[in-house]
């Protein structure tokens, strides 16, 4: 159990287009995900809060505009990244939440996607 | 502001024996701790876990140590095997909140 997936996982692009990334709890539901970015060699920074139904809480210094979160269903979120810049190169990663009274996976666990490599020429 | 942190960016370790990942933090708040392991290039895999009402939990290899007064916990692997070499991140949350707060990460090399 616990399978988060995601789909690209890598993707190229030219600078100025937009590229979308999908995030999947394939086994569990979940109203909250999250969206993570990581640069080489340092830690995992939280952008945003996914949550189904609602608008996404973003971090402080993430440009909502720049980053849209759409949480259409309670096993999909979608981050994209909008007229894409090479400084937006980074390694995206979601996670979620399962939601309670959905078996044995901890609650208060975040299971992760596999990330996507996002590189803007 | 670093409020998790992990002071050994790495760790290499003989096959066999324990590897021991220090993780401090600064926010009292906290009251839920995790740790994950990563590859490269993949999403950090979800190992082991701890709440404030606790000082230990295991699981099998695994024992997460926390010591509230002196806010922090550490990762016991024992015995350490080849294929526990990866980045080992240490996550700190307050529970309800959701909001994930992780270190900067401990490379560890188990050597054969």
């Known amino acids: 159990g616990a399978v988060v997936s995601q789909h690209p996982s890598w993707v190229i692009c030219k600078s100025g287009t937009s590229v979308k990334i999908e995030c999947r709890s394939l086994d569990f539901q979940a109203t909250t995900m999250f969206w993570y970015r990581q640069f080489p060699k340092q830690s995992l920074m939280l952008m945003a809060t996914?949550?189904?139904?609602?608008?996404?809480?973003?971090e402080q210094g993430v440009e909502k505009d720049k980053f849209l979160i759409n949480h259409a269903s309670l096993t999909l979120s979608t981050l994209t990244v909008t007229s894409a810049h090479p400084e937006d190169s980074s390694f995206y990663i979601c996670?979620?939440?399962?939601?309670?009274?959905?078996?044995?996976?901890?609650?208060?666990?975040?299971?992760f996607g596999p990330g996507t490599r996002l590189t803007v020429l | 502001d670093q409020q998790v942190k992990q002071n050994s960016p790495s760790l290499s370790v003989q096959e066999g024996r324990i590897s021991i990942l220090n993780c401090d933090y600064t926010n009292s708040m906290f009251d839920y701790f995790l740790w994950y392991k990563k590859y490269p290039a993949e999403g950090p895999t979800f190992l082991i876990s701890i709440s404030s009402i606790k000082d230990k939990n295991e699981d099998g290899r695994f024992t997460v140590f926390l010591n509230k007064s002196a806010k922090h916990l550490s990762l016991h692997i024992v015995p350490s095997q080849p294929g526990d070499s990866a980045v080992y991140f240490c996550a700190a949350f307050v529970s309800g909140t959701y909001k994930y707060i992780f270190g900067t990460g401990t490379r560890l090399k188990v050597l054969a």
């Open positions: 996670s979620a939440n399962r939601d309670r009274g959905q078996g044995s996976l901890a609650v208060d666990t975040q299971y």
């Open positions: 996914s949550n189904e139904g609602s608008k996404a809480t973003y």
